[in-house]
């Protein structure tokens, strides 16, 4: 996960999406990742790919939604610093 946060600072996010993807794969309960990933997707406009991640993180946070990742309590303080929340509004 620190090379897809690594990447996602610089804002190669394809690079991220890669890295996302090789720390989701071998665990792909890992809510974290899902969270980078569906970002990602989300901020890169693949709705499919994002779609499908809501799904897995709403499974495991029932009351998960776009909205989550804003506020400072929600675990995403890395990723909110990187930037890309921006490209989320």
Do not use: W
Not at 2 to 26: I, Q, R, T, W
Not at 49 to 57: N, V
């Amino acid at each position: 996960m620190f090379l897809c946060m690594s990447h996602m600072a610089k804002g190669d996010y394809e690079a991220a999406v890669f890295h996302a993807n090789m720390a989701h794969y071998p665990m792909p309960r890992l809510v974290p990742a899902q969270r980078f990933l569906y970002t990602l997707n989300e901020a890169l406009g693949r709705e499919s790919q994002a779609l499908t991640l809501y799904h897995k993180i709403s499974n495991r946070e029932p009351s998960f939604s776009k909205r989550s990742l804003f506020p400072s309590d929600y675990p995403v303080g890395t990723m909110r610093r990187t930037g890309i929340m921006e490209l989320l509004s």
